[in-house]
């Protein structure tokens, strides 16, 4: 099979951000991701698979998902349409006809010669700007083959390209990646294995064993840290990241403040939102603890 024909399952493509990579960039968000972190704002990501949001606010009840669902997913009982989520297969075709986009599908598969298409839309920008493609997720790597065709064409395009990875992911993953990526944002959300296990499910030995490896290989690498109230906010363990940043030679730390913006959609798929704690940071206190950050001789920016 071509590469250009690869396959891979993509749920969003946002335009001209500002935050993950230099300059303007085109963000690729790939679905699937290992880890399960109870303040995920995309929880719409950690399924491999299609999945279908509703919001019965604007439901019209206009019937025409029933005639589109072959799976008897969808069913009318008395005045409601019930959704049935054990019985989707994700095909997506209720949400094709909703009108009222009460039923909206995340995740779609697209072929690398498609994807490329669509970042090559912004491509004047990335000119003026520096900017490139970040891929995103979800975990890039959790689908390592379709990422590497596609930075491998953003680079024979000799586009910037840039990939946010929490790291849980096998050491191969990042082989395949490497000569194609220019820039990784790499998240480092604790020091504490066992807490980290504990609000994430995730490996400390294995994010830190590929960081280690990344370091002597990768173009550049930005280490960024989730501030979340309760779990890493205090400057005692912002100073413990810092200090193993600092100690791995890498010379750039990203603080990025808490938020509950995804919230609404963890309801919208049927899910309870786990995570309890503020509703965010303080701006002293993400100031405070990049002041503590700082004195480990790194440059340290709040926001990405």
């Known amino acids: 099979m071509s590469p250009f024909k690869k396959k891979g399952t993509v749920f969003d493509i946002q335009r001209f951000s500002v935050h993950d990579g230099p300059g303007i960039r085109t963000l690729v968000f790939l679905k699937g991701c290992s880890l399960q972190c109870e303040w995920c704002a995309n929880p719409e990501s950690q399924s491999f698979t299609p999945e279908l949001l509703f919001d019965p606010a604007r439901c019209i009840a206009c019937e025409n998902c029933l005639l589109q669902c072959t799976h008897g997913a969808l069913h009318k009982q008395e005045q409601r349409i019930v959704f049935e989520k054990e019985r989707c297969i994700g095909c997506g075709a209720c949400a094709e006809m909703c009108y009222a986009e009460a039923r909206v599908l995340k995740g779609r598969q697209m072929t690398v010669e498609a994807l490329v298409a669509e970042v090559l839309k912004d491509e004047a920008f990335y000119a003026e700007s520096g900017g490139g493609v970040t891929l995103s997720g979800g975990e890039p790597l959790d689908q390592a083959g379709f990422s590497e065709s596609v930075l491998k064409a953003c680079k024979n395009l000799a586009l910037h390209t840039a990939v946010e990875t929490a790291g849980h992911v096998a050491w191969s993953g990042f082989e395949r990646i490497i000569p194609f990526t220019d820039l990784f944002l790499f998240d480092i959300k604790h020091t504490d294995p066992v807490k980290l296990k504990e609000f994430t499910n995730g490996d400390a030995a294995r994010i830190l064993q590929n960081l280690k490896k990344l370091v002597k290989r990768a173009k550049q690498i930005i280490v960024r840290t989730p501030v ?73 920016q709040v926001g990405g």
């Open 228 to 300: 979340i109230p309760g779990f890493n906010d205090s400057p005692e363990e912002i100073q413990k990241i810092a200090r193993l940043v600092k100690s791995l030679g890498l010379k750039e730390l990203h603080l990025l403040p808490y938020h509950r913006y995804g919230q609404s959609k963890y309801r919208l798929m049927g899910r309870k939102y786990g995570f309890q704690g503020p509703q965010q940071v303080a701006a002293e206190r993400i100031l405070a603890l990049q002041d503590a950050a700082s004195r480990a001789g790194l440059k340290v």
